[in-house]
């Protein structure tokens, strides 16, 4: 059996993409215009497994009760706010004027690039002023493509300690001039690095200036936020609570890339949980605990899952602890890790900042970032958002843990996850390799198939009328096309659970056989029994 994990190839995730395309799990979008760069549809069968993670989010964490460090009972409620906010918020959470990430241009081949993304390739101990090239982080090709220009450059074949790699952000304006593009053949193309704002600016009304200047949100969270005494008063909940909500978010990346991965249009899954700044500490170790499990017992592999703190120097301003939760992609270099959650202990921050206005990050302890004339630079809303208990008479702004998923990495991941490869007989005894998705039952899009062995007998009839039982209940689908080794490789491929088939044995004494994705066992019950013993395999 081969599975990416243990023999890791950019060629898997080459047949992961294919596979997504083929059988309708993520198309490009616009693709008969030529596509949209950042951009990706969920087709029948990635719409349904999307919708599945999701729903099993929100079951876990608002619908079912959860329990806290100390075993009481925690309440978790929903949320769905809009995409677009008063610009207001967006200046006082410090977006308009932190939310940027550093964009380098290429003059020759136009092409634009993250800074941060761009690394250097170039000859150590060189202090003649030779040519450097740069390449992409985490990207095989163009390393291989900027080595072989190097190599070209010095006329010989250069060995690997002979290399050295820096990143273009770190470069003087001197190396920079002879610093040849990814995609250029000259040097001294790359512009110097410049910030770019992220989000997506947008207008409201018949009338476009700076007045009705709107932007879609680049997160869910300050939705929470702006929304947390409502949420406190409508709900009479108590302190430790959150507030849990699945949306769309957007940011304009400058480089979109690895299929889903880092995409411009995405959906968040956040929880911002709100406590006592005593128990903070205790509140962030429950939930970066608690969401590394989630992902675990859905399937993900703990030996391609990894629970990294991060560094002091790698923290935000407003943060005093944040760990990410990181997958090992195909896409990426072996021993590189790609995040799929970061769980924030945010502090006081953001309820603070719309009280008060944006805070100034180069403050501590944190305080309002004032403009030339000792106003608030960006005013707050003025609301009182700290918190009353009622029990004990104390008052206090509360601290935040933040639980923030990507529902379309997390898609991404268990796609990757559940690709594998391996061989089973065909209908003639003979060895032929089969791609099948193994997910979870519980997120699987479909989680049963139906077949007629033939069509003819009554098979169809019988076929027909299990596959009517069955769909009350769970996403079922029915095929009678082709031969029914070909219907079963269809289904493995679409991470179908378990194949029902209708035979002629079916016709003699009322059983059916049910067959199992991952073992290929095949075991027989009767046509009354088949829903509850479909329900029971996927309780």
């Not at 089969?434 to 076929?463: N, Q, S, Y």
């Not at 029902?500 to 019950?525: A, H, P, Y």
């Amino acid at each position: 059996m081969v599975h990416f994990g243990l023999y890791r190839s950019f060629q898997i995730m080459e047949d992961i993409v294919a596979l997504c395309r083929r059988r309708g799990f993520i198309f490009q979008s616009s693709e008969i215009y030529g596509g949209i760069n950042g951009f990706w549809d969920y087709g029948p069968m990635g719409a349904a497994l999307k919708r599945n993670l999701k729903n099993a989010w929100w079951e876990d964490i608002v619908e079912r009760e959860l329990s806290g460090p100390d075993g009481n009972p925690i309440s978790v409620v929903g949320l769905e706010s809009t995409i677009i906010m008063n610009p207001k918020v967006w200046e006082a959470s410090g977006h308009v004027g932190g939310f940027n990430d550093p964009m380098v241009d290429c003059k020759e081949s136009k092409s634009r690039y993250r800074a941060d993304h761009v690394m250097c390739l170039g000859i150590k101990d060189d202090n003649e002023g030779g040519q450097i090239y740069a390449f992409l982080e985490s990207d095989d090709d163009s390393f291989g493509r900027a080595r072989k220009k190097l190599e070209k450059y010095s006329k010989r074949t250069l060995e690997e300690e002979e290399l050295e790699v820096f990143p273009f952000m770190e470069i003087s304006a001197e190396k920079r001039s002879v610093t040849v593009g990814p995609e250029a053949k000259d040097p001294g193309t790359l512009t110097e690095p410049r910030m770019f704002n992220l989000m997506f600016e947008t207008h409201c009304g018949a009338i476009r200036d700076e007045n009705s200047k709107a932007y879609l949100r680049p997160e869910t969270a300050q939705g929470i936020f702006v929304n947390f005494k409502n949420v406190l008063d409508s709900t009479r909940v108590r302190i430790p609570f959150g507030i849990a909500q699945v949306g769309k978010s957007f940011r304009n990346e400058i480089t979109p890339r690895n299929f889903t991965f880092r995409s411009r249009e995405f959906e968040q899954m956040e929880i911002e949980f709100f406590c006592h700044p005593d128990s903070s500490q205790q509140w962030y170790q429950y939930w970066r605990d608690r969401r590394m499990k989630w992902y675990t017992d859905l399937g993900l592999s703990d030996e391609r899952l990894i629970l990294r703190e991060h560094d002091e120097d790698e923290l935000s301003h407003y943060s005093t602890g944040t760990a990410d939760i990181e997958y090992q992609f195909p896409f990426l270099p072996e021993g590189e890790y790609g995040e799929l959650e970061g769980i924030a202990h945010r502090g006081d921050f953001d309820l603070r900042s719309h009280m008060e206005g944006k805070l100034d990050p180069n403050t501590n302890p944190l305080e309002v970032e004032l403009n030339e004339h000792g106003k608030p630079k960006h005013r707050g809303s003025g609301k009182d958002l700290n918190y009353r208990d009622d029990l004990s008479g104390e008052r206090y702004t509360p601290h935040v843990i933040e639980p923030s998923a990507g529902a379309d990495r997390a898609t991404l991941a268990f796609l990757c996850e559940a690709y594998t490869e391996d061989e089973q007989p065909d209908e003639k005894g003979k060895m032929q390799k089969r791609v099948v998705m193994k997910f979870h039952p519980r997120i699987a899009p479909i989680k049963a198939a139906v077949f007629p062995l033939v069509k003819k007998d009554g098979m169809p009839e019988i076929a027909k009328r299990i596959y009517a039982d069955l769909k009350p209940f769970f996403n079922v689908f029915y095929d009678e096309k082709g031969a029914v080794g070909r219907r079963y490789r269809r289904q493995d491929e679409a991470g179908t659970p378990y194949c029902i088939t209708v035979d002629g044995q079916t016709i003699e004494d009322g059983t059916v056989t049910i067959r199992d994705r991952d073992s290929l066992e095949q075991i027989r019950v009767t046509v009354e029994n088949v829903v509850d013993e479909i329900r029971k395999r996927l309780a």
